[in-house]
């Protein structure tokens, strides 16, 4: 089978499937509609790995022009992907995780009445984001990015008629438009100084620009920089980097599966697919790519500790999902598109993992989220339990696990970086897994250890889940436990990298010599991972945890009442809610002003109506001479002729 | 193409039908005057898209054209003819004429004969503004329109519809009676009333300035533009659900066709000189309007704000090519502006258009406009919810869908014209989903909020056929506007060959 065969064939099957189950959302039995996205998902997912298989072990590159969507003068807008093999990696972890989350789904939407339109977003949103994945130009980039947007406010707002899902969804496309603002400026400022939207000919073309400004508020700045941070404002959208982080919160009152999919293993990451897939342009402004680091340093951290005062297990994740998006975003600003890449696979699983574990203990507590109202769960979900561990393991970094050597790879590119923002960006990222460990495992110990805090009621109807959300838990468990131990040293030292040259980094900035210097073997960094930094600080950051939940709760509660102020301050999530909400009410004031001042005062009554007044009110004055008596306009007639006689003899 | 006077066809045919209406309507049955109706609507529809399909898209000259002397003592000339930026609208009126038969099944009650014989009326007028070549023919229908529009207000309108349809006559009116000055003066000097023979004139700056306003007033007014648009939300909500698809899909795209047809290529150093002033009452249209919109409380007059938000697009698009080419030097670089803006004519009309239908869809049951008075309709409206949110999606401007084309082409190509005008324009990208998914999360999800509510019925039957075909167009245009785009190629290079030589005396 031919490329295109392929590509074409993974693409369009989750389209397909979603048709089905979507059109005929109606006619069709849920069987029909989950074994055909599931099916066509499947025959995805296979095209995805050989499509890899290609790509990552016979060494060939792909791309074509598929149709011309329009052309205008002499830019030709085309459908045009790409298989390259930072394209390879994204379609196989997209695909394998949104399989297992749709098998998942079975059980886990069993009993909802939307049954078939959740499979029809689901492989819907597989579709948005593999076109996503594909583009090869900007045009299709903006087309999958625009629709993931789309499929994530569907599924936000699945259960539309709980307000609290229905503003989420709001905000979540809302703030996304925000940053897709920032990214479709970027767009033009490239077509407008390279005069093409197609990824090889910018690529090909970017270096020369690198002398050219553009002029802003009197000043001049390179403009390759403007356009690296505008696309950056994207990613910054949808990848919930600080201060556009504010939507993904919200987004959790979706359905599980699909914080799991779409807000914690897939869409969250296409912001750092793209700033990966834009290297070779950030490889020209290294001052964007600090503030790349900057950003993503800071969210990791920061982000974190909002997750300390929470007390919804989803909302925990989610915060810990910010956070690893931060690492990630660091990674790629320190030009390690290795590291943030294989984090973002290996975050891919176990936070998929992660979420699903929530889901799994959300219903059997009947859809209880409150971690305070749990506790000693472990004994009545063991199967929960274990895989909950696993995950959190992972995202720990604790060796083996699989986010032991993704989170060590970023770290240490971030330590070996030379770019000035970078030991700012190496100690944030430090206390990040201090910070990390501690929510991690205080969400563990307060869902699983801990007294029970559930009536007797609850507790005669909690249950292991069914096989059908079993399985999938199965299914991405493994990767978490292995998939790091096994792909590191193919993933970062064989032939330069699996990313080879689809990511561009400048020569003085390349890590991945000074990483292998330092790598001997897998098992070798696994037992001198006790040599390192990160890994004490996440012990500590576990023992914290179990000091505060397991051991001295009393004395976590008079820290949390001696110091209040750190507590509403993390509880309003640095007041950038707050400043979210201020700019909305600001822009709703405006919105009034002008409608009732200006257009309806101003224009409407004065200008408009007002025209008619006056013409009515001179009309009424004129029509005063119009008298009727004779006599007046004998009088007006005699005095025209007088003051026409005065006119001649004057002249 | 072919020897079948096929423009006047399109003109005369819907206007002769529409009198059997107008004159059997006591004893005609509504439906067999909806059948009748359709039928008209359906050959115009089948003649259109024949006209569409053999259209020769290699040449910008007059194609279908047909000379007949009208008065000819005074230069006037019956003459049609079509280019390819009339002969979409032309497909595109008769396609809307359909949709709004079609709608009439469900949303008509009153005096059916003489309402579908008032659109029909209105879909002979359209052509015939789009068609016309001769400038005394083109004011006739021009004017001949107002009063098919006028009527469907006045009779079939809501509660303050009186005030609305005045207020309609009267604005276009004193927008059109400066054009109809402005025609006489070109006369003079043309001695004829053919519009390409205008195209050769030459005029000093300050009487191509005059000119420049005086075919302003008439085309600013149907646009409309900022701050000439007052009229068209009270139009929109008085109006019925007819009359507001064809405000929207047919009534402001003469507006945008005029800048087109006579602004750009009769008046082009006043274009030029004024360039920045259209921009600015653009650029102002796109934010201040989608502000205003924002705080509508009224679903009708918030589809009318946005519709007027998105029409800065196509105003935009037209007067941005004088600056792209000062800043490029370079023609090649200001198509995607101008064909950005004729995009954003057709695609607006299926949009606007298509959410306005909606709109009547649920006015039909509800009676009221007020957004308070829904809530929770995607609980007992499904399908219809899914149409919906697909049709506020393109006036969102998703890719992929024909929402998306236009104003991604215009946004792209005013980065070379200055990029705080890219600022303001693409801030339409936060504003446009600011208030059409606030005004979709109030209307449609939520609990469902009272008993009005839940007793709605689902779209069904021959709506459900409307808002398919709106959808198909919708979808089409997005994933594949080039089925538009080659369309008027050479026509917009001609244009622009027109309107960027200096005609200074």
């Given at each position: ?56 072990f016979?060494?060939?590159t ?13 830019i ?74 789309l ?20 905000k ?66 949808k ?49 964007a ?7 993503g ?43 943030g ?78 770019l ?23 969400a ?109 709760p ?98 | ?60 000259s007059m194609?279908?054209?047909?000379y ?136 000093s ?42 405000l ?40 201040y ?56 004519m ?59 084309v ?73 994933v ?9 190629q ?15 005396l």
């Open positions: 089978m031919t490329f295109k065969v392929l590509a074409l064939t993974m693409l369009l099957a989750p389209l397909l499937g979603s048709a089905i189950a979507g059109l005929g959302c109606r006619i069709i039995s849920k069987r029909l509609a989950h074994w055909s996205t599931i099916g066509l998902l499947g025959v995805a997912f296979v095209s995805a790995l050989l499509l890899a298989d290609r790509v990552l016979q060494g060939q792909w791309h074509a022009v598929i149709y011309t969507w329009g052309v205008s003068g002499n030709s807008f085309n459908v045009s992907f790409l298989v390259d093999h930072l394209t390879a990696v994204m379609i196989c972890i997209v695909t394998f995780v949104s399989l297992a989350v749709h098998i998942y789904s079975i059980g886990y939407m069993a009993e909802d009445s939307g049954y078939n339109r959740f499979f029809a977003y689901m492989s819907l949103f597989t579709f948005a984001m593999l076109a996503l994945l594909l583009a090869n130009n900007f045009l299709v980039l903006f087309f999958g990015w625009e629709a993931v947007g499929v994530s406010y569907l599924l936000i707002g699945f259960w539309f008629t709980k307000p609290a899902a229905a503003t989420g969804s709001l979540a496309f809302l703030v996304n438009r925000v940053g897709d603002f920032g990214f479709l400026l970027g767009i033009s400022a490239l077509l407008d100084n390279l005069g093409t939207l197609n990824y090889q000919s910018v690529f090909a073309k970017a270096g020369s620009l690198s002398h050219t400004t553009i002029s802003l508020f009197g000043h001049h700045f390179p403009v390759l920089t403007v356009i690296c941070l505008l696309l950056f404002v994207g990613a910054m959208g990848s919930a980097q600080i201060p556009l982080h504010v939507w993904l919160p919200g987004s959790m009152e979706g359905p599980t599966p699909i914080s799991a999919l779409i807000h914690a293993a897939t869409m969250v990451t296409a912001g750092i697919y793209m700033v990966a897939r834009m290297s070779p342009i950030f490889a020209l402004s290294l001052d790519l600090n503030v790349v680091m900057i950003v340093a800071t969210g990791a951290l920061f982000l974190g500790l909002l997750a300390f005062v929470e007390n919804d297990i989803k909302r925990v994740v989610a915060f810990s999902t910010m956070s690893q998006l931060g690492y990630m975003m660091a990674a790629d600003g320190a030009m390690a598109y290795n590291a890449i294989f984090h973002l696979l290996m975050h891919a699983c176990f936070k998929a993992l992660l979420f699903l574990g929530a889901g799994s203990v959300i219903v059997a507590m009947h859809h209880e989220q409150d971690m305070r109202k749990m506790g000693g769960l472990g004994r009545h979900l063991p199967w929960t339990y274990a895989v909950f561990l696993i995950g959190s393991l992972s995202l720990v970094a604790i060796p083996p696990f699989s986010g032991f050597f993704s989170k060590d790879m970023i770290i240490d590119s971030v330590r070996l970086s030379h000035p923002a970078s030991s700012y960006a190496y100690w944030c990222l430090l206390l990040g897994s201090f910070v990390t460990a501690f929510y991690s495992f205080r563990l110990f307060m869902t699983f250890h801990s007294k029970p805090r559930f009536s007797d009621e609850v507790k005669k109807h909690l249950h292991e889940t069914p096989w059908s959300m079993r399985f999938p838990l199965l299914l991405l468990a493994v990767p978490s436990v292995i998939a790091g131990a096994w792909a590191v040293e193919w993933f970062f030292f064989k032939n330069g990298g699996i990313l080879a040259n689809s990511v561009v980094v400048p020569e003085g900035h390349r890590l991945l010599p000074a990483l292998s210097e330092e790598f001997h073997g897998v098992w070798a960094m696994v037992l001198s991972a006790w040599k390192t930094r990160p890994f004490w600080f996440a012990l500590s950051g576990i023992a914290a945890s179990w000091l505060h939940v397991i051991a001295f009393s004395v976590a509660t008079r820290l949390e009442e001696r110091f209040p102020r750190v507590k509403s301050v993390l509880e309003a999530g640095f007041g950038i809610d707050a400043l979210f909400e201020w700019i909305t009410h600001g822009t709703k004031c405006m919105s009034r002003f002008f409608y009732e001042v200006t257009d309806l005062a101003l224009i409407d009554s004065g200008m408009v109506d007002g025209t008619g007044r006056r013409v009515t009110r001179l009309a009424l004055l004129i029509r005063r001479c119009q008298t009727g008596y004779l006599y007046h306009y004998v009088f007006a007639m005699v005095v025209g002729v007088i003051v026409f006689a005065i006119w001649l003899f004057v002249n | 193409m072919t020897r079948l006077p096929l423009l006047s066809i399109l003109i005369w045919l819907p206007i002769l039908a529409a009198v059997p209406l107008f004159l059997m309507h006591k004893r005609m049955k509504d439906n067999e005057a909806r059948w009748f109706a359709l039928l008209v609507s359906l050959v115009c529809l089948g003649l259109s898209v024949f006209m569409y399909v053999n259209f020769d898209t290699t040449t910008a194609q279908l054209t047909e007949l002397p009208w008065v000819p003592s005074l230069g006037m000339h019956y003459y049609l003819g079509v280019d390819g930026i009339s002969m979409p609208l032309i497909a595109l009126s008769a396609f809307t004429t359909v949709i709004i038969v079609l709608a009439s099944w469900t949303m008509v009650t009153e005096k059916v004969p003489q309402y579908l014989a008032t659109f029909l009326l209105m879909q002979g007028a359209v052509v015939g503004v789009f068609s016309a070549l001769d400038a005394m023919l083109f004011y006739f229908f021009w004017e001949a329109i107002l009063i098919p529009m006028y009527l469907s207000i006045g009779v079939w309108g809501m509660g303050n519809r009186s005030y609305a349809a005045i207020k309609f006559f009267l604005y276009t009116f004193f927008g059109s009676v400066l054009m109809l000055a402005v025609i006489l003066y070109l006369h003079s000097k043309a001695g004829g009333f053919n519009i390409p023979d205008f195209y050769t004139l030459h005029f700056l300050s009487e191509q300035i005059w000119i420049f306003f005086g075919f302003f007033l008439a085309f600013a007014v149907k646009v409309p533009m900022w701050p000439f648009h007052t009229w068209l939300p009270d139009a929109h909500t008085e109006a019925p659900t007819g009359g507001s698809v064809i929207a899909a047919l009534m402001l795209k003469l507006g945008g066709y005029g800048f087109l047809r006579f602004s750009l290529p009769i008046v082009p150093d006043a274009c030029h000189y004024l360039s920045w002033f259209m921009i600015i009452l653009s650029l102002f249209a796109i934010v309007i989608a502000l205003v919109a924002l705080s509508q409380t009224d679903m009708k007059k918030l589809i009318a704000y946005s519709s007027i938000a998105h029409m800065g697009f196509v105003t935009l698009g037209c007067f941005l090519i004088n600056v792209i080419i000062i800043h490029t030097g370079n023609v090649e670089s200001a198509h995607l502006s101008l064909e950005g803006a004729m995009v954003q057709i695609s607006h009309a299926f949009g606007s258009g298509a959410m306005f239908l909606a709109f009547g869809v649920v006015y039909m049951q509800m009676k009221t406009r007020n957004i308070k008075d829904f809530g929770g309709i995607a609980t007992v409206m499904p399908i219809f919810t899914a149409f919906f949110i697909l049709f506020a999606m393109s006036n969102v401007g998703l890719p992929g869908t024909s929402g998306f236009g104003e991604f082409m215009v946004i792209l190509s005013s980065f070379k014209a200055n990029i705080w005008a890219t600022f303001f324009a693409a801030s339409s990208l936060v504003l446009g989903a600011a208030y059409t998914l606030w005004m979709v999360k109030r209307v449609f999800f939520g609990p469902v909020t009272n008993d009005a509510v839940s007793a709605l019925r689902d779209v069904r039957g021959v709506d459900t056929l409307s808002f398919v075909l709106l959808s198909a167009m919708i979808i089409l245009l997005g594949y506007p080039q089925v538009l785009l080659r369309v008027f050479p026509t917009i290079s001609h244009l622009l060959d027109l309107s960027l030589q200096s005609r200074l």
